[in-house]
């Protein structure tokens, strides 16, 4: 049970550039998010997703799109990087509204 | 979206308890109390969460406010692998629509032998 993974780990850009990122979960959880965290600073809220095929907006869905066409798999993806989205990526998973989020390791984009 | 405060950080002795306060006065009736926390480098790791009653768990007790205006996590015997930095969100709304947890800063927390 690898929980949730997120690939890659880090990655560079440079402005303009496109690039997806992909959440993967074994738990067979309905909901899925994005977070971005920036140094200093607490989780926002990207994307979400409530089920498979199914995504929603959050604190900060600018520049990004999302997709979740398997239960398991939650996609991010930069069409234009910049060098604002520079961050510490987060994907979680959980299986209802109440329930308890899992997170998983983080992946570290770098846009120069 | 109701606002939790929660001291910048805290110190505190190996194998002694700890107790983070979190302010909510404007905290909502179906609005439960989680607590994350983050260790160095990782994504966040649940710690407990409550709505009125006082919670216990293995990693940590939660007492609550009877007026719900305030919260406390306890841990009860800190180590030098609890040095984190600690969450207190309002969340998981009763409308069908997930759970989107709002973070702010939290409190870091220090530990020394």
């Known amino acids: 049970n690898a929980g949730v993974t997120q690939t890659p780990k880090f990655r560079v850009l440079k402005t303009g550039q496109s690039m997806t990122l992909l959440c993967a979960q074994d738990m067979n959880h309905e909901y899925m998010y994005w977070y971005r965290q920036d140094p200093g600073m607490g989780l926002r809220l990207i994307h979400y997703s409530v089920g498979e095929g199914t995504t929603a907006k959050g604190e900060v869905p600018d520049g990004y799109n999302v997709s979740r066409l398997k239960k398991q798999n939650f996609l991010l993806g930069l069409e234009s990087a910049a060098p604002s989205q520079t961050s510490v990526y987060f994907c979680?998973?959980?299986?209802?509204?109440?329930?308890?989020?899992?997170f998983g390791p983080g992946t570290r984009l770098t846009v120069l | 979206d109701a606002k939790t405060t929660q001291p910048n950080s805290m110190e505190s002795n190996e194998e002694e308890p700890v107790h983070l306060p979190c302010n909510h006065s404007?905290?909502?009736?179906?609005?439960?109390i989680h607590w994350y926390r983050q260790l160095p480098s990782q994504g966040p790791e649940y710690v407990i969460h409550?709505?009125?009653s006082n919670v216990n768990n293995r990693m940590a007790s939660l007492a609550i406010a009877e007026d719900r205006k305030s919260s406390t996590l306890i841990l009860h015997r800190a180590t030098l692998r609890d040095a984190a930095v600690y969450y207190c969100i309002l969340g998981g709304e009763a409308t069908g629509t997930a759970s989107k947890l709002t973070f702010g800063t939290g409190t870091r927390l220090q530990v020394t032998l």
């Open positions: 979680a998973s959980n299986r209802g509204v109440y329930n308890e989020q899992f």
């Open positions: 404007t905290i909502s009736g179906t609005d439960y």
């Open positions: 409550g709505l009125t």
